[in-house]
Every structure is written in C-alpha cells, then in structure tokens.
C-alpha cells in the first residue's frame, strides 16, 4: 500500500471558497492547502524577501507555509482573510533569521555612509530598487525587533491594524499605542536631528 | 498612516520574483507534509485523512505486555489482561527504541469532479522511536480492508487500493527539533503535575482566534502526545487530569477501543466537524487505549448519529534494542525546515511598554516548551492576547455509539500475551537522563 492513495486531486476544489472555508477543508483534506499557497505564496515571498532579502525569501516562504499547514486546526475560522494569519507566522520565522536580518540593515545603511557626498536619497532609491533606503535601513536597526515587525507589517504587507493585531496576536490597541510610540522613535530617526544612540539594541 | 510610516510604505524595496524552481519546491514540500511524508512529525497515515479527528494510537506493556481495560468487545483480544492488573512501566534508555504496535481506522476524504468521497481506511501501525530522539526511527504500514463511510454502501473508488504495506526510515534530523519533540526522553521532562501539564498544553501559540480555540487546541496537543508515544507514568496521570479539565471535555466510562476493551474516555466534540472525538484510556495506568470518533451532529458531519468514522487501538508498546532490517530502498523521510529553536538572543533593548507586553516574535525561542502543532515554531504565548472566549464552545454530545467491531486486528492483539515477567528492558527507576525527579516511576 502506498501512503499517498489517499492523496486526491484537488483540481476540482471550488475557487468560491474563502481562505477560511479552504483551511477548513484541509482538515479532512490536507493537499486541497495547496491552494492557499497558490493564493498567497507570492505575497508572502515578497514580504520575505523584503525583509530578509532575496537568498533567504525561497527558504522563508515555503517554511511559512509549512508551519501554517501544521498549525492549520488553529486557525481562526471567523477570518475569510488568512493573509493576517500568515503573515504573522512569516514573522516569526523572519524572527529566526533575525541575525540576518540586522546584517541585511546594517549593510544597507552604510551604503550612505560610505558616499556621504554625494547622498540623494531619491536617485539612490531608483537606481538600486530592491535595496531599502539607507535611512530607512539605519532607521529599522534603531528598532527593537518587535517595533520592526508591527512597522514593516503595517508599512510592507498593507495590513490594517485590526489586521497587525491578528497577526502578532495582542489588542488592537497595543498595536495603536505601539505604533504611536513607534512614530516618535522613526520620527527622530528620520528627522536625523535627534538619532538614536548608536549602541546595537539586539546583539 | 502617518508621515514616518508612510516614508517607510514608499520606500519598500522592490522584491526579485518568485522563481518558478523555488516555488514548484516549496509547493511541492507542502504537498509531501499533506500526503504525510512530512519530517519530524511522523507519517501518519490517514491522521490527515482523519477529518477532525485529531487523534490516533497508544500503546501499553513491557516488552510483552498486552494492554488492560475490561474486554467486553465481541472480538477482544483473547489475552488481554483486567483492568487494574499491575503494569510494569517501561525503563526506555537513551540508543534503544519504543516499539507501537497499532490498528487504525480514519475517514478518508477525497474532492473529485463529482464531489466528495469518503471511506473508512484501515491500517495496521508499527513504529520504532529512537528513545532519545537521536536516531533514525522506522514506519510499517499495512494496509487493512477499508469499509464503506457509515450511512453510505459503497466504497469509493480509490479506497480499492489498499492491499500492501510500506515503510519509511523516520529521520532522526539534525536540526533541533524545538517544539516538535516527541521522543521519550523528552516527554519525560513534562510537568506531573495536572495544573502545571495543563498549562503546558494551554502554552502552546494562542493562534488569530479570539473564539476560544484554545480548548481544541489543548486537546490536539494532548492527543499528539499521546498517540504513538510513551510517557513516564506520573506524566500520564497528569496529562489525564489535565486533558480532564479542558473546557468542553466529557469523561466516558466503558468506551471499547477498537480491539474491544473497553476503558475511560475522554471526549470533546467539534462544532466544526459535527464529531464527537475521544481518547480512551486504561481506567488504572492511564494507559492510551486508542481513539474513537462517533458522529454526534448528523448534518454537519453527513452520516448517522452515533456512527463510528474513527476507531484505533494501540494494541502493545514495548522496548528494543535495535530496528529491523527495511528493505532496500526504504525512503527516509523529510526533516522539518528552519530549527526552530534559534539562537536568536534576547532583547536587550531597554524595556518600554510595548516590549513588556512580550510580542510574539520578541521573546527567546527557548522559552517556550514544545508543543506539537503549534503553527509557527517559536512563538510564545502573548500575556495581553485578547481573552480568549468559548463563542463557539462545542455542544456537548457524547455519543455513546455502539463499539464497531474490531477493526481486524484481532490477530495482532492476541499476539500479546498477558503480561509476562518484565523483560531485562523492564526495570523501575526514573529514565536516564532527561527525566525529572519522580518522572517515571513504575
């Protein structure tokens, strides 16, 4: 007997069917997940790669949709939308690779540093697109890793912030307040009139 | 969005694209987990099959001791002891192997063009389990005749092919495996005591649910470490008291196994899956019997009320030395990706209120105990998540359905002989060592 005769086809899954009804079915179904990857594996790899840059995406992206296959029986059925959800285990598993991460910043920061002359932001910006603004960048290591994630989940993956909530998993409210206080820290940070001290938050 | 944060949505790098190559590997990795190839979690057939039914086999008995529980069932295992006969625990040292041996019966769910099919698959299960986790393990399955799903008279057609048997090597990985332990020597660290092993099970990652999912959880949880496992007694007790005082669980007294004995349940049913899931235990050493799945709302589960879609036994645990041959070609199975214990250290940023709350991603991976099935690897318990209420706590229903008939696996279970003398393999005295004090005592 071999194990995947019980593998079935998904082909005929109904496209109707919301993230929450399809996390449902793969219950007693588990291939028919599949589809949620089809759905969201793009933008997950994206938010991956922005973060963590293009050689850990690949690794990032299928882990994320790995653990939210294990995790499928927790999901939240009351939200059609799983993208909050998964998003959520993306940061997490970016939170692994957090000393890539800072490397990533740190070396993106210094790009600026290393031509201060001749800096303009805008061009820079243009020329080299998939790199993330040096300021940005030196602003992002000034964060605590958990100001980081709500910053880039709000900023980068467009989540509301009934939809951050869901993915860190606290009231709405501490995201409101979090971001408040976030605002003032990036808001000195960017201004550059007031930068954060230069001491390595995290390591 | 403010001007700070919107500097940040306008300035986000451009992403390279998804690779077809990498995406085709990641699509086709997932869909190995969903056939059960999956890494450290064992394969499990038919455990993803099993609709909600979130749980499988146990064990019992020294090297060749037979489970207890009263055998009422027609076709009981003919050498099956009482319930209450003493149980010599087992004494598993680190480079040995537990050995279960289990009979399973899940639904199967199949999409096709014209709709869902379902049927009973059965199986026979044997296991091997390096005792610490450090070596490579070993899967036998069987194929068992499979049965119509109840209220339905045929069997579909993909359920013809189940004559056979397959094994796989269970990879030992050398990644640490964090949350998704499950070898004995790490099941011998859980608390024993039941408000401290139901915390344990509560720990685990709340999830998006603001609905009370908890509850489902704890009980998954609990059943991922029952099934195909062996824990030291004491953890066993506790793990009962614990699963005992879940929101929504019943205690069933004389519920059969699907060998026929018969033990104390305890059962929860699923709003989700209309199906009432029960672990049934040795009523003395609190043993796992097996699982049982009996349909407790018709409609949402499609069949009979009362029906039995999910019946196991695990018919005898017992210690080895060694792993028998495979045969050639044996595939070894996957291991999990990223370890999910990172090295990541702690914040030492200086604490603001946002921090104290303990974000998920913030707090040091080796703070949180494993829990199997937790969706993400190193996620800590939020302390401000939203209270978690039982809105959708499931209608209790015990169904005390009529015991099926012995899944087939008469022949295997009354290859256990009553209990015999303990082995060499059986001895008293705490396990070796991960064990905590006053862990396994026999």
Sequence with gaps: MREDRHVVSVRALPDKLDDSELIERSLSDPESFASLFDRHAEEIHRYAARRLGPELADDVTGEVFLAAFRGRARYDRTWPDARPWLYGIATKVVAQHRRAERRRNHALSRVSAERPGTFDERSADRVTAEQLQPRLARALTRLSAAERDLLLLVAWADLTYEEAAVALRVPVGTVRSRLHRLRVKLRRALGGANPFAEESQHG | MDDEIRAFADGRPAAPPYSQDARARARDRLLREARGHGGLRRPRLGWQAAAAFGITV???GGVAVALTGDRQGPDAATSVSQAGVSFPELDPKPGQFILVESDTMYGSHAIREGGETRHLYRTHRKIWQSVDGSADGLLLIEGREPKPYPGEKDLPQDAANWRGSSWTLLNSCSQ????YRDDFAYLSTLPTEPAAMRGHLYQGDPGPSPKGDADVRAFQD???ILREGYLPKAQRAALYEAIKSIDGVVETPGVAD???????????????????EEIIFDPETRMMLGERATVADGRT???PVGAVVAHTAQLKVSVVDELPEAPAGTARSDCMPAPTESPTPPPTAPPSDAQATAPPSEAPASARPSTPLSDAPDAPRPTDAPAEGPADAPVEEPVEGPAEGPAGGSAQASGSPAPSAPS???TDGPAPGAAPPGAPVS
């Design chain 2, 222 to 224: 609990a059943v991922e």
């Design chain 2, 424 to 426: 060499a393999d059986v």
């Design chain 2, 58 to 60: 146990t064990l019992v």
């Design chain 2, 176 to 179: 640490p495996k964090g949350p």
């Design chain 2, 258 to 276: 699907s060998a026929g004995r018969r033990g104390v349940a305890l059962g929860r049913t699923w709003a989700q899956t209309g199906l009432h």
């Design chain 2, 301 to 303: 589960a499609k069949a």
